[in-house]
């Protein structure tokens, strides 16, 4: 644990330390790139979204983009700038921090918000937001103590051992907050399931289902790795992989809006498709019939067409 480390033996110039920062930056700066194709993929398709969600996606990219540019920033703020005195805090590192604190915040509200849509449940509402509430005040508490701290002489170190706490506890909290929204999420988008349901209509249901899944489970089971990572090593693993959570809080958001049925004209594809094939058929015919007699039964017979009609 990273309180057992002595602070004159913590070296921030090692593998453990400045290498993880620099591997997991790279490693977030591709999962960057994917957000930028889903950000591409969705604005090319949502023409029928409202301004509202256009604004939420762009607020999301420009988060992600200054997350991306901190975390750069701080690999070479302590690689070029200060490489002879290089330490475990600073400017771009507490930026990053808070810019994450934001991106959880915004995913995190957004899918509350489409759980209270499909449950019309108050209560079970509450009851997520309240976790992504405290979640997001202990990275705001934690975010003021960064920056008080990056003046002193060593930094980094002895703030992080004083509140370890804060930090095990927020990271708890969002991966809690992560499992019971993918919980409420499987569960309401599962009744709207019926044997009465058409196959594409299931389809859509079932994909949006498992993309619930592997979103929640893994923003939770990173937020996991954070946390066994920060109590069992004296390094800097831990937040390494915190500069990659935010990278997968906001694609989960991302995918699970390019996971719906895209639209053509108001219409879906299988709908517009389904209408092309019923034009193909040709007009209805209409034939007559008469009512004959014969012997004592009746039967219907064609009626023959009327002179009138031949001519």
């Known amino acids: 644990m990273l ?3 002595n602070p004159s033996k913590f070296v921030v110039e090692s593998d453990g330390v400045l290498g993880a920062v620099e591997v997991s930056t790279f490693l977030s700066l591709i999962l960057y790139g994917v957000s930028l194709s889903q950000g591409y993929t969705y604005f090319r398709r949502s023409q029928e979204d409202r301004l509202a969600l256009k604004a939420l996606v762009s607020l999301l990219l420009f988060l992600e983009t200054c997350h991306s540019f901190t975390a750069a920033m701080a690999v070479y703020y302590d690689t070029v700038t200060r490489w002879q005195s290089a330490e475990a805090n600073s400017y771009p590192i507490s930026t990053n921090v808070m810019v994450e604190t934001l ?3 915004v995913v995190q509200c957004f899918f509350t918000f489409r759980i ?15 976790l992504v ?25 002895s703030m992080v051992v004083q509140f370890s706490w804060l930090i095990t506890s927020s990271l708890a909290v969002g991966g809690a907050a992560d499992v019971l929204i993918a919980i409420f999420m499987t569960y309401y988008l599962r009744k709207f399931d019926s044997p009465t349901n058409l196959k594409s209509t299931t389809d859509i249901i079932n994909r949006l289902v498992r993309w619930s899944l592997k979103t929640g489970l893994i923003t939770s089971m990173t937020s996991v790795a954070v946390i066994i990572c920060f109590q069992a090593m004296q390094n800097m693993v831990w937040f390494g992989l915190y500069i990659i959570l935010a990278k997968l809080y906001s694609n989960s958001l991302l995918v699970s809006l390019n996971a719906r049925p895209q639209k053509s004209g108001g219409l879906s594809a299988e709908k517009t498709l389904d209408t092309l094939q019923f034009e193909q058929f040709q007009e209805p015919i209409s034939i007559s019939f ?17 002179k009138s009609q031949e001519t």
């Open 133 to 157: 509430l405290l979640r997001f005040i202990g990275g705001v508490v934690l975010v003021v103590e960064l920056y008080l701290d990056v003046p002193n002489h060593p930094n980094g170190l």
């Open 103 to 105: 991106v959880t915040l």
């Open 290 to 306: 008469q009512l004959a007699r014969r012997g004592n039964s009746f039967e219907w017979r064609p009626a023959l067409p009327s």
């Open 116 to 130: 209270y849509r499909l449950s019309d449940s108050l209560l079970i509402t509450i009851a997520c937001l309240f």
């Open 3 to 5: 309180s057992t480390i």
